[in-house]
């Protein structure tokens, strides 16, 4: 498994930007498939965006219809790090956001960051 520090979450005004960082170990990070998800307060988890490996250099990114257009999920792969740029936040974004990792041959993801507060104010 690897270990997951998100960073970069905080307080934003309707129509604003932040962008999510998530540091991760280890030395096999590029071939990992990474995803963001979030849990509002009385809300189960929501899978908002994945980024996959699918060739050498090349990976497929994947959003959930509540994000897309708004938000986009990348990796520095020099860096272990994952990013989420999220763009035109609303209320409804208010959440906490994970970060989470997919081993190689796993079917489901099974490294969990510990989260990091979104609060976006109307």
């Known amino acids: 498994q690897v270990q997951l520090v998100e960073s970069g979450g905080g307080l934003v005004q309707a129509g604003g930007s932040l962008r999510l960082s998530c540091a991760a170990s280890?030395?096999?990070?590029?071939?990992?498939?990474m995803g963001w998800f979030r849990q509002a307060p009385g809300k189960e988890r929501e899978f908002i965006a994945r980024?996959?490996?699918?060739?050498?250099?090349?990976?497929?990114?994947y959003y959930a219809d509540s994000v897309k257009g708004r938000f986009t999920i990348s990796r520095d792969n020099a860096k272990n790090t994952l990013y989420l740029q999220m763009n035109r936040l609303n209320p409804e974004d208010t959440a906490v956001y994970y970060c989470?990792?997919?081993?190689?041959?796993?079917?489901?993801?099974?490294?969990w960051g510990q989260g990091t507060q979104v609060t976006v104010s109307s």
């Open positions: 280890g030395r096999t990070f590029s071939n990992y498939a």
């Open positions: 980024i996959s490996r699918i060739g050498s250099s090349t990976y497929y990114t």
């Open positions: 989470a990792a997919r081993s190689v041959g796993s079917a489901d993801f099974d490294s």
